[in-house]
């Protein structure tokens, strides 16, 4: 029985690393379809929203077998309940991907957001793919390091989420009320994409040091 029930711990992480790499290759697409005015892109986003909703459906279902079946406990059970909480946040980032997608085919075949803006989304996006990928191999190996660099990747995201706001409220912005709005939503799809993998990372570096991170 202990075979069997690590075997499903195993499959439980390796799970995890799936939809966490399906997530990453959804928010590369997004940033490319809101920067790019790519409509294809963006279909294929939302398109992968559903699959990241069905794995997670999966996975969790897994989970609750095993916590019915087998009664973990101590480090077995905050493994399982963990598993459960990284899939939600998972979930969300998959979400967030999409609304990203979803603005630029709202918008197709214009760009999102006003020039003035650009390269500050696109260095957003950037900044989430990188955070994304490092996620994965983060579920991986679980690498306390990788969790140390997505927190300071997640920083350098806030800062840029704030440097929005400063542009569309200040005196020399020049977009009308559908730029502001989109900016913004934009802008908040993006740090919250980000603010999820820094929630799980927090997870998984307490999992593998049983040290829990604190909220900053």
């Given at each position: 029985?202990?075979?069997?029930?690590?075997?499903?711990?195993?499959?439980?992480?390796?799970?995890?690393?799936?939809?966490?790499?399906?997530?990453?290759?959804?928010?590369?697409?997004?940033?490319r379809a809101f920067n790019e005015s790519?409509?294809?892109?963006?279909?294929?986003?939302?398109?992968?929203?559903?699959?990241?909703d069905g794995?997670?459906?999966?996975?969790?279902?897994?989970?609750?077998?095993?916590?019915?079946?087998?009664?973990?406990?101590?480090?077995?059970l905050r493994i399982v309940?963990?598993?459960?909480r990284i899939s939600a946040s998972l979930e969300r980032m998959g979400d967030m991907a999409a609304h990203i997608a979803q603005l630029a085919?709202?918008?197709?075949?214009?760009?999102?957001?006003?020039?003035?803006?650009?390269?500050?989304f696109a260095e957003m996006g950037r900044l989430d793919v990188e955070i994304a990928h490092m996620l994965a191999e983060l579920l991986r190996t679980q690498d306390v390091e990788l969790a140390e660099t997505i927190r300071n990747e997640d920083d350098k995201v806030d800062?840029?989420?704030?440097a929005v706001f400063d542009k569309v409220l200040g005196e020399t912005w020049k977009g009308g009320t559908v730029d502001t709005v989109d900016?913004?939503?934009?802008?908040?799809?993006?740090?919250?994409?980000?603010d999820h993998a820094v929630s799980i990372s927090k997870k998984v570096q307490y999992l593998a040091t049983g040290d829990w991170v604190p909220e900053s």
């Amino acid at each position: 029985m202990r075979e069997v029930f690590q075997a499903e711990l195993r499959e439980l992480q390796d799970g995890l690393v799936q939809i966490a790499e399906l997530v990453a290759s959804s928010i590369d697409k997004a940033t490319r379809a809101f920067n790019e005015s790519n409509v294809t892109l963006a279909e294929e986003t939302i398109g992968d929203d559903d699959r990241i909703d069905g794995l997670a459906l999966k996975l969790d279902e897994l989970a609750i077998t095993i916590l019915a079946r087998q009664n973990p406990v101590a480090r077995d059970l905050r493994i399982v309940v963990s598993a459960l909480r990284i899939s939600a946040s998972l979930e969300r980032m998959g979400d967030m991907a999409a609304h990203i997608a979803q603005l630029a085919r709202y918008r197709f075949p214009d760009k999102v957001v006003p020039k003035s803006l650009r390269p500050t989304f696109a260095e957003m996006g950037r900044l989430d793919v990188e955070i994304a990928h490092m996620l994965a191999e983060l579920l991986r190996t679980q690498d306390v390091e990788l969790a140390e660099t997505i927190r300071n990747e997640d920083d350098k995201v806030d800062a840029l989420h704030l440097a929005v706001f400063d542009k569309v409220l200040g005196e020399t912005w020049k977009g009308g009320t559908v730029d502001t709005v989109d900016a913004t939503l934009a802008s908040r799809y993006h740090e919250r994409f980000a603010d999820h993998a820094v929630s799980i990372s927090k997870k998984v570096q307490y999992l593998a040091t049983g040290d829990w991170v604190p909220e900053s």
